[in-house]
Structure formats: C-alpha cells, structure tokens
C-alpha cells in the first residue's frame, strides 16, 4: 500500500522540497501551510500534491502514516501541533525525515555557511549533472539549470544545502546534523539567526557538531582566510581539509592538523567576478567564463570545483560546466527592463549578502545608477541585531530605500540617518512602487535592486507595472 505522508508547513522552501521528495518516492503527499506563493506553490501543484491554506483536522482524515512537522511558525500552540500530539500520530521533523528516509546510505555533499549555500549547492548540482552522474539535489532555491529545487537522482551522489537554522520545536539542533556528509563545503561564517542563536559562538557550537558527522574518508572545504571557521576547525576536526583562497588576499591564519595541502585559488579575477582561473596549489586549471556576478560567487565557484573533484570529476569538466551554469531565482534576477531601468528581485538576508551583490553589480556597471531597495525582513535584521552594518552595507549603490514592514521592530530611520549613501524609508508598497516609477530619468541606465527574504509584497512586479503604465 502507498504510504500517505503529511507535510505540516509545506510551503516553506525545505519542507516543499521534502514533499517534492516523497511524491517522487512513490508516497502519497498533502500538506498545509498559512500561505502558498510562487515559486513552491507552483513546483508542488505540477507534482500533484494536495496542499491547502490553513490546517483543519479533516485534512489528517484518514490518518496519515507519518506527519512531517516543520519548522518555520510551527511552535507548541499552533492548532496542527496540538492536533497530532492530542491524537497520537507518528511525526517527525523534515531534516530527520531527509537524513533517515532519502540520505541514508548515499555520498552527501553538503553545503553549509552563512552565505552563498543555495548558489554553491546549485552550481555543484549543475557540475555533478554534466558530468553525467545525475544527482539527487535539495536546495534552498530554484536553480535555473533545472527548474526545480529537489530530486531523487538515480546515483549515490546527493548535494544537500544544509542550514543551521533549528530542526524543529522539539529538536533544537540545527537541521545539518541529521545530513552525515561525506564531502562537506563551509563557506563561511558570520552571525545570523539572532532569534535563536545569542552570539557566533552559539553558531560555531552547532558546525563543530556538524564537523562530528564527517568521516575520516571524507573532506571538508574551507575557507583559507576565515577566523570564525578557522575556530570551529581548531574545536576538533577528523577529515582531511582543503583550503579556498577565493579572491582575497591571503592572510596569515592558523592552520589546522587536517590540512591536506590543497590550496584552491582564483587567478587574474576579473573586477566583477565575471572571468576568473581557478588554480589548485600552483596548476592553473583553465578559466571560467561565466554570466555570474561579484566575486563572491568566485569563492563559490572554487568551492564547487573543489568538491566535484572530490567526487570524483576532474577540474576541467567542473570548469567546463560552470561556464554554463545559469544562476538561482531570486539572486539578482532581472524581472523587467523598461527603457533605461531594470529591476532585479534579489534574496537579501543578511548585511554582508546586501554588500557583496550591489558591489558585484556596481563592478559590473561603473558608470550606471544602482538604487537599493531593502526589506530587512530577515529575523537577523528585523530585530535590529545588525543594524550598524546596515548603516554602510549598501555604499557601492547611489541611493537606497528601506521599507519598514509590520515585523520591524526598532526605528529604521537610524539607519537612513546614519547611511554613507543618500537614503529614505518608506511603510507604504504603492507609494514606494510610484516614488521608484516616478524618478527622475537616469544619465545612462538605472538598476532597481529589490532585495527581501520574502515576497516584499510582489513590489517588483508592482514596480515593473508602473515603469510600463
């Protein structure tokens, strides 16, 4: 008999995922969740999941096998919770039911960091595909390579992001511990998730026990030039560690029992991270051509490579295949050009990711306008935790807007007051799609960056509308 598996919170973008997961599996799938948008409502009803908006018991009638809890607004107290403890069903969190039912018994590569997980795990997806090993992947975005954000695949190889962030309300280990990788990216690490972590340290505490789950065979991928990650290496590693220089300057760090010699850098990067050649201790490897912006997304790339080697693809089929790697919804994403101005949607959680993609784009466009337009919706930011770096993180644009939306919880004009660029705040979504509409026409060309963790209340393509009436 098919199995029935319930997914309590299905539209958020991992628990979507799972359910993408198990309806390939061969499981029945339905779900709930408050809200459904693009692009995983989409994703789910070409699956043919039931899914419904807000939770009534009927939708658990029959009985489930199993009801996969989320963790995302999914606390003690919420009706669904209170619904499968009062009656007794069998549940489980999502990052267990991944680590038990889809990754158990494959070579997981896993992708962890505070930025750049979604783009690094879709660029190695991307790799490991045109090398023809055809991986499972479940990642935190869409990757525009295929459409989708998780699939099974048909060998042992599987790239998983892997977030700190909690499991669930009765697991409060970060969700990376059930994934066991045996190949493991770190990308870097900063502090993030300010409602439930109090300091870095917390967070270097969770990835030590993710260093725990690694086996010796295996390899982690770090950063040559980062403390924090060099911290949590120096806590006790057991698997040999290569080291990425990226673009920046090398530094004198520590270095690590583990090292195993490999030092993988970027030559002749170009100022906006569009051409660069990777280069393994002292052998150049070729050179990457690509529509990927910042040199960021160099780091990025060099931890792909790194990684797809380890699985066994040599550096030249990596290099090859990142040349025709198409990027991740939602990362800079041009959504409408009207005249001079374009629009971008771009995901922004955190200062530091603000930063390095306006500079990318500003690299990439010296002589244009860049205007900012900044949702700090993200827990981190939303709680005000890191709002001095707010102050400056947008300095490669020209001018940006904040939008103080209802979970904001302290005065943004702090932030305008304080801003190295010229700044305004704004509460209202129409009034900020006119005033960005009604600007006056550039020099030469004008890029918008809409950048939110959320919908930002379909503000791009508000704007887009307007640029066009």
């Not at 779900?31 to 999941?49: C, F, N, R, V, W």
């Not at 009985?63 to 995302?72: E, K, R, S, W």
């Not at 010699?261 to 569009?274: F, I, M, N, P, T």
């Amino acid at each position: 008999m098919t199995q029935h598996i319930y997914f309590l919170g299905i539209g958020g973008t991992l628990m979507g995922s799972l359910a993408l997961l198990a309806r390939e599996s061969g499981s029945r799938v339905s779900g709930s969740d408050k809200a459904m948008y693009p692009p995983m409502s989409d994703q789910l009803a070409a699956a043919d999941i039931t899914v419904y908006e807000g939770f009534d018991p009927a939708q658990l009638e029959p009985t489930p096998d199993l009801v996969v809890i989320g963790n995302a607004q999914l606390p003690r107290g919420h009706p669904g919770v209170e619904y499968v403890l009062e009656k007794g069903l069998p549940y489980t969190s999502g990052a267990e039911w991944l680590g038990r039912q889809i990754l158990n018994g494959r070579w997981v590569l896993a992708v962890s960091g505070t930025h750049g997980k979604t783009t690094t795990a879709s660029m190695l997806a991307h790799i490991l595909d045109r090398a023809g090993l055809d991986p499972g992947f479940l990642i935190g975005g869409v990757p525009k390579d295929f459409g989708i954000s998780a699939r099974l695949g048909s060998t042992p190889f599987f790239v998983v992001e892997a977030d700190e962030y909690d499991t669930s309300y009765f697991d409060r280990r970060s969700k990376f511990v059930h994934y066991r990788p045996r190949t493991l990216i770190i990308n870097n690490l900063e502090y993030d998730h300010a409602d439930i972590f109090p300091d870095l340290a917390a967070i270097q505490t969770q990835f030590h026990h993710l260093l725990r789950t690694v086996p010796a065979g295996g390899l982690i991928v770090a950063p040559e030039h980062d403390e924090a990650v060099d911290h949590v290496l120096r806590m006790g590693c057991w698997t040999p560690v290569a080291r990425v220089r990226g673009s920046q300057r090398a530094r004198k760090v520590a270095k690590v029992a583990m090292d195993n010699g490999e030092l993988w850098r970027a030559k002749q990067v170009s100022a906006d991270g569009s051409k660069f050649l990777p280069q393994l201790n002292d052998t150049v490897l070729g050179e990457v051509s690509w529509t990927q912006l910042g040199l960021h997304n160099v780091a990025n790339g060099l931890n792909a490579i790194a990684a797809a080697r380890h699985a066994g693809v040599a550096p030249a089929i990596a290099i090859e295949a990142l040349r025709s790697f198409q990027g991740v919804t939602r990362r800079l994403e041009l959504i409408a050009e009207v005249g001079p101005v374009r629009v971008y949607d771009d995901f922004a959680h955190h200062p530091t990711a603000i930063r390095t993609t306006l500079q990318g784009l500003r690299n990439r466009f010296p002589g244009d306008e860049i205007v900012a337009v900044i949702e700090p919706r993200s827990h981190t930011m939303s709680l005000g935790t890191l709002r001095d770096e707010l102050s400056t993180c947008c300095a490669a644009a020209d001018g940006v807007y904040w939008f103080r939306g209802e979970n904001i919880k302290w005065d943004l004009t702090e932030v305008v007051h304080a801003s190295v660029v010229k700044a305004a705040m704004d509460d209202d979504l129409e009034h900020l799609a006119r005033t960005l509409a009604a600007l006056p026409p550039p020099k030469h060309r004008r890029h918008i960056v809409i950048m939110s963790n959320g919908s930002f209340g379909g503000l791009h393509r508000k704007l887009a509308a307007a640029l066009k009436g």
